[in-house]
């Protein structure tokens, strides 16, 4: 079966601009969570979603936001880049939460000049 | 903040040698989970221990998990130099279900 898809593999934007990442989970996976993947924070929890709706979020400025279609499809915003936001921003589906194994997309390498 | 605290941060060993890497948690866990990482790529789920778990296998790999302690260990047994990547252990907390919290890996070097 198909993975988890991310689009774009690779984006460069300006300070100040907005970027919209893509998400296509794995059929049948209804959870869909974001991570922010940097050398000095690690892997960072951005938030997750379930039949459209947001479960949980973590602890990052409202910059930061998302949605999740019918389809389970998602996306995660930023908005006012700043440089700090240059990351590997990884999509992980599930069945149906964390009692379940995640599956991860290849990312997304985001650099904010 | 992260949960978990993994050691060493590194480690270099020959192919066919064994590699232990070592996770540290800080509260109450459902289940814990160990993810491979290839250079900045996406990560590979390869096992889950649930908390009323103490040992799990899953080919090379084993498992074990001790809440009394917090902690768990990742043995690869029989290196490949194809198993050199990075390794993190990912604990999904016991009050909510919706998110993993990782720690910060163990880089693995495994030279042929």
């Known amino acids: 079966k198909a993975g988890v898809t991310q689009t774009p593999r690779y984006l460069i934007k300006t300070r100040g601009q907005q970027v919209t990442l893509s998400c296509s989970p794995i059929?049948?996976?209804?959870?869909v969570s974001w991570y922010q993947q940097t050398p000095g924070q690690g892997l960072q929890f951005l938030f997750e979603y379930f039949s459209e709706t947001q479960r949980n979020k973590g602890n990052f400025p409202g910059r930061f936001s998302g949605r999740q279609f019918s389809n389970s499809r998602s996306e995660m915003n930023v908005s006012t880049l700043e440089l700090g936001d240059s990351a590997l921003y990884l999509c992980?589906?599930?069945?149906?939460?964390?009692?379940?194994?995640?599956?991860f997309g290849s990312g997304t390498r985001l650099t904010v000049v | 903040s992260q949960q978990g605290e993994e050691d060493p941060q590194a480690l270099s060993i020959q192919e066919g040698e064994n590699a232990t890497m070592n996770c540290s948690y800080k509260t109450s866990i459902n289940n814990l989970q160990w993810y491979r990482q290839n250079s900045g790529r996406g990560l590979v789920h390869l096992i889950l221990?649930?908390?009323?778990?103490r040992e799990k296998h899953s080919g090379r790999l084993r498992v074990t998990l001790d809440t009394s302690k917090k902690s768990s260990s990742l043995l690869i047994t029989a290196s490949r130099a194809a198993d050199t990547a990075s390794y993190f252990c990912a604990t999904a907390l016991a009050t909510g279900f919706q998110k993993l919290v990782f720690g910060t890996g163990t880089r693995l070097l495994v030279s042929p």
């Open positions: 221990i649930r908390s009323n778990e």
């Open positions: 059929s049948g996976h209804r959870s």
């Open positions: 992980a589906s599930s069945l149906r939460d964390t009692t379940y194994g995640y599956t």
